[in-house]
């Protein structure tokens, strides 16, 4: 999927954390929301928003929270294998030296 | 992963064996790494995105290891203060005292990281780019003590904006990770554009991960370390600014009253999650996230450390990650 202009990304960061009005638009009409603030995003650029805008209007902040918390703990047992698993590096002497 | 964290280990143990200075102190130095279990070592940053980095540039990651000792260094001396701040010391510095981990945490952070960087001198490193790394040791250092700053006064402060919070982890989380991409690059690269590249990717990246643990730093336990320290993170701020009248009052109420015990925390919960706080914070995560794609495609990463570099940024992220997580872009 193509990348969304950096210029773009930008401003919409700029939006989202100092303008009130666009804050509350963009989570709840996406699509008029940007006309009424002039973006004129490409079809590809829109389609790529529209994906992540749709995962987290999706969602509700428990799930968020719960799916983190989730990703969390596989991240933790998935270390915890490696760490059992991996012996000691002696990489330094191999790499460095 | 962990063949890459227990390199960048190996080679801060060597480093620490080799000063001169007496047993004890050296054990000192040597505890808030060696007592940290691997899952919880920086991985995916201090350690990661130097070598990544370097390697994305001139296809070899091994002579930017003494680099990111010394960005794992600077992590864990800025982790170590964190935890005295917070007083989240964990369990192996009870019996030294917060004394001790001061000093541990001072020097992990300003000596060490220098002494790893002088390293480079074996390998002939001119000294021109040996003191251009120093300087942004420093100047990051900096920084971040602003960041840190602004982090300390935020609890006492009557109104924060969003503005204000994100500027504040912009300086805290932002510069850090410009350094870890930076410092990669600097060592890679004569080329202005790929340095500023690099450091713009890693500044992004930074500053996603740190709103994800802002996110996980009220929602990862029962009892929030983040509510009790009355931080004021982004999806408080949120929150703040969405509610009005007496719904804000309230939220105001229950966030002084979190600070002396965790009663309240389910209900502050409840007030992000009615406001949206949270997919408000996703939407912020994600816009940085796709900013720091955009400055590593702007690099040109070699592969297949752009891939890995890829990869790392996915998971800077509050939205489901795919089942089987496919490098993107």
């Known amino acids: ?97 | 992963m962990s063949e890459r964290a227990t390199s960048v280990f190996a080679f801060l143990d060597e480093l620490i064996v080799a000063l001169p200075v007496p047993s004890n102190h050296r054990e000192l130095l040597q505890v808030h790494f060696r007592q940290t279990d691997s899952w919880q070592r920086p991985e995916t940053a201090a350690v990661q995105l130097p070598l990544l980095v370097h390697e994305a540039i001139t296809g070899d990651e091994k002579p930017a290891l003494p680099v990111a000792a010394a960005c794992t260094l600077l992590y864990l001396g800025a982790d170590l203060f964190d935890s005295l701040l917070d007083q989240e010391l964990l369990p192996s510095w009870h019996a030294r005292g917060a004394a001790e981990a001061n000093l541990a945490a001072a020097t992990l952070l300003a000596a060490l990281p220098q002494l790893s960087i002088a390293r480079l001198q074996e390998k002939g490193t001119p000294p021109a780019k040996l003191w251009a790394l120093a300087r942004l040791f420093a100047d990051t250092l900096l920084t971040m003590s602003a960041g840190q700053y602004e982090d300390l006064l935020s609890p006492n402060l009557e109104n924060v904006s969003l503005e204000d919070s994100r500027a504040m982890v912009e300086r805290k989380s932002g510069s850090a990770g410009a350094l870890l991409a930076r410092a990669g690059a600097v060592l890679a690269s004569e080329e202005p554009f790929t340095i500023e590249a690099y450091a713009a990717f890693g500044s992004c990246f930074g500053i996603a991960r740190q709103l994800v643990n802002d996110v996980w730093g009220i929602w990862g336990e029962d009892t929030s370390q983040d509510l009790l320290n009355g931080k004021r993170t982004l999806p408080i701020v949120h929150a703040l600014s969405t509610l009005r009248g007496e719904q804000r009052e309230r939220l105001q109420k229950l966030l002084a009253a979190a600070r002396e015990s965790a009663e309240h925390h389910d209900e502050i919960r409840a007030f992000l999650a009615a406001t949206g706080s949270v997919r408000y914070t996703a939407l912020i995560v994600w816009l940085y996230q796709q900013q720091a794609r955009n400055h590593l495609a702007a690099a040109s990463p070699q592969e297949p450390s752009g891939r890995e570099l890829r990869m790392l940024l996915d998971q800077a992220s509050l939205l489901p990650q795919p089942k089987q997580a496919q490098p993107s872009g």
Request: charged share 35%.
């Open chain 1, 1 to 97: 999927m193509e990348e969304i202009r950096l210029e773009a990304l930008k401003g919409l960061t700029i939006l989202a954390i100092h303008d009130d009005q666009f804050r509350r638009g963009v989570m709840t009409d996406l699509d008029s929301t940007l006309r009424r603030y002039g973006y004129d995003l490409t079809g590809p650029e829109m389609e790529r928003l529209r994906d992540a805008h749709r995962q987290i209007a999706g969602m509700s902040d428990e799930d968020l929270a719960r799916e983190l918390s989730e990703r969390q703990q596989r991240v933790r047992v998935l270390s915890e294998e490696e760490g059992r698993i991996l012996a000691p590096g002696e990489y330094v002497s191999a790499a460095w030296h």
